[in-house]
């Protein structure tokens, strides 16, 4: 326990005074002798004056001084006690030690208020739970006016899970309640009690007192029938959660908790009435919308008959929310999932309407133009994006990307050269990528010599880039070159990504090329394990060619024809095709 009091203590804000802000220091009875006791307090003094110009080192060790000098002075032992708990998150001995400090403190002075708050705090939030209900208590009794310092003792009470304790959290949560009224978190504090006592009774008495105190209340019936799901009592519930809705039918909170009620009572068709009636609440928060509406599409958007009613929430969340990014977010990912690329695109580009500098959605929506293939509009935007995030280099990086699908690839090139002088230099995974791609187009462009040069330079920026790997293993076996560093290459990548078909198809061709037939083989027949729904035509190519070689020609052949319906352009294809035979390019 005491290893984690420095994550503990990180989370309390300390008050003023325990730190030595303001406020006399504490005495115990007993003096040290005059000298120690004027020099202990000149020291301190300077402690205060060195902490107020928040120079924490010099602070620190003048106050360990101050303790030293007059070590029953608890004040400056308190705060210490703060520093050695939150030094100690590797040293038990050294957070022990700082809660003892503080805890002598609290006991020669419970009546320093704002110390003892910090103290009862560090004790709540380390689990301590007797000692947080004697200094809760000792605070309560000395402060009866002051309700937060009622409620944390009731909270320490009910932590303990004593049954007595539990019981007297209800005594100190009524007593708040005669002084302050009525209040929603006050009953759930005393259900809760009443729950954990399994005291039926009573938790359904001071549910009625509640309903009974504000009747049009919507959040009191919306917890009721919380109370009666968790009792089990579902038909209860489903009665407060419509009288919620009845007395707000703009809640949309209500419509969701009537959703989750009829999801888990498994009636889809009442799950998908509350949800629309949810979403089109204007008062429901967004973000309560949007998860009610991810929850609804994760479920049904792969039914293509639900579509329809998705498009018309989405139609109904833009029109109450046109200039929210994240409902637009959440439709593009809706239509990435359905392949709608370039509407998911042009969603991406909405969201950029109210912030034109944030560069992730500009590359979002390049890559997504590109994906759908049009690749004029992508290049648009990708020059875009450079005239407001003109220092950005993976914008630059993707407008390249761009260009080398349109085979500007000299235009392509310099963005490249653009992209690598502006990124960053110790983003060496990004300057790998760059690298990578420059090999990639100086490779299109018939300079093969120049491309490995920059693929070396990748994999030396970072080894376990494996699009560089992979592509510079390709095409050495490509052009038949160290195809034994090629096979090491291209094993990594298959190592690394087992289920990836390009390393597999990578790694196949290579075999192919060395003459291991029977290897290629079995290396291709896993790519296209995992291209059976989406065949890809150099695959399907490749394939055929491994077939032949492997004494299985009408294999072959049929792969050959499939590779030549998804690339008919295919010269060496319809060669292939027509002859019924293989032919080395």
């Not at 928040?54 to 007059?70: I, K, V, W």
């Not at 049009?216 to 917890?223: D, K």
């Not at 990836?500 to 027949?525: G, P, R, S």
């Not at 690339?567 to 002859?579: A, G, I, S, T, Y």
Request: some cysteine.
């Amino acid at each position: 326990m005491l290893a984690a009091m420095a994550m503990v203590l990180a989370t309390i804000v300390l008050p003023a005074t325990a730190l030595g802000k303001g406020g006399g220091k504490g005495r115990s009875a007993a003096w040290s002798d005059g000298a120690a006791q004027r020099k202990a307090d000149y020291v301190y003094m300077e402690a205060m004056r060195q902490n107020a110009l928040e120079n924490d080192d010099a602070y620190f060790e003048l106050l360990r001084g101050s303790r030293d000098l007059d070590s029953t002075d608890t004040q400056p032992g308190l705060t210490l006690g703060y520093f050695y708990m939150a030094l100690g998150q590797e040293d038990t001995l050294l957070a022990a030690r700082g809660y003892e400090m503080m805890r002598r403190h609290f006991n020669a002075h419970p009546s320093d208020y704002y110390s003892s708050i910090f103290y009862g705090m560090v004790n709540s939030q380390l689990g301590n739970t007797d000692e947080a209900i004697r200094v809760w208590s000792a605070l309560s009794r000395r402060y009866p006016e002051k309700p937060d310092v009622a409620l944390k003792l009731a909270q320490s009470l009910q932590q303990s899970a004593d049954s007595a304790n539990l019981r007297r959290s209800v005594v100190v949560l009524d007593s708040i309640e005669r002084a302050e009224g009525k209040d929603l978190g006050l009953t759930s504090a005393k259900i809760h009690a009443f729950m954990s006592l399994r005291d039926t009774a009573a938790t359904y008495g001071e549910l009625s007192s509640l309903l009974e105190s504000s009747k049009s209340n919507a959040p009191n019936n919306l917890y009721a029938g919380d109370v009666f799901m968790v009792m089990g009592k579902p038909d209860s519930a489903i009665a407060y959660y419509n009288r919620a809705c009845d007395i707000d039918p703009t809640n949309g909170l209500a419509y969701y908790k009537r959703a989750e009620f009829y999801r888990e009572r498994g009636d889809s068709v009442g799950f998908d009435r509350e949800v629309f009636q949810a979403v089109k609440q204007d008062g429901l928060d967004i973000d309560v919308k949007l998860e009610i509406f991810s929850s609804y599409i994760r479920q049904l958007y792969a039914d293509s008959l639900q579509q329809p009613r998705i498009q018309s929430l989405f139609d109904a969340l833009i029109l109450q929310n046109p200039h929210e990014p994240k409902v637009r977010d959440l439709y593009t990912s809706y239509l990435v999932a359905t392949e709608d690329f370039k509407g998911a695109a042009e969603q991406q580009e909405y969201a950029l309407d109210g912030d034109l500098s944030n560069g992730d959605r500009w590359r979002s929506a390049i890559s997504l133009y590109g994906r759908s293939g049009d690749y004029a509009k992508a290049l648009e935007l990708g020059e875009q994006s450079l005239k407001y995030l003109p220092d950005d280099a993976t914008l630059m990086f993707y407008t390249s990307t761009t260009l080398s699908q349109l085979d500007r690839n000299g235009e392509a090139l310099e963005y490249l050269q653009k992209a690598l002088r502006a990124a960053p230099e110790n983003e060496k995974p990004l300057h790998s990528t760059i690298l990578c791609s420059i090999g990639d187009v100086l490779y299109k462009e018939g300079q093969a010599d120049s491309a490995f040069v920059y693929y070396d330079r990748a994999l030396e920026m970072d080894p376990d880039n494996l699009l560089a790997l992979n592509n510079c293993a390709y095409f050495m076996a490509e052009e038949g070159v160290d195809l034994d560093k090629a096979e090491r290459m291209s094993a990594i990548c298959v190592r690394q990504q087992p289920d990836n078909d390009t390393a597999l198809d990578t790694y196949a061709w290579i075999f192919f090329k060395q003459k291991k037939y029977m290897k290629a083989k079995e290396m291709i027949d896993r790519a296209l394990a995992i291209e059976a729904d989406d065949p890809q035509a150099d695959v399907l190519h490749h394939a055929g060619d491994i077939y032949y070689m492997n004494g299985e020609p009408e294999a072959a052949l049929e792969f050959w024809e499939d590779a030549l319906k998804l690339d008919p352009e295919n010269k060496l294809l319809k060669k292939k095709v027509r002859n019924r035979t293989h032919y080395y390019e």
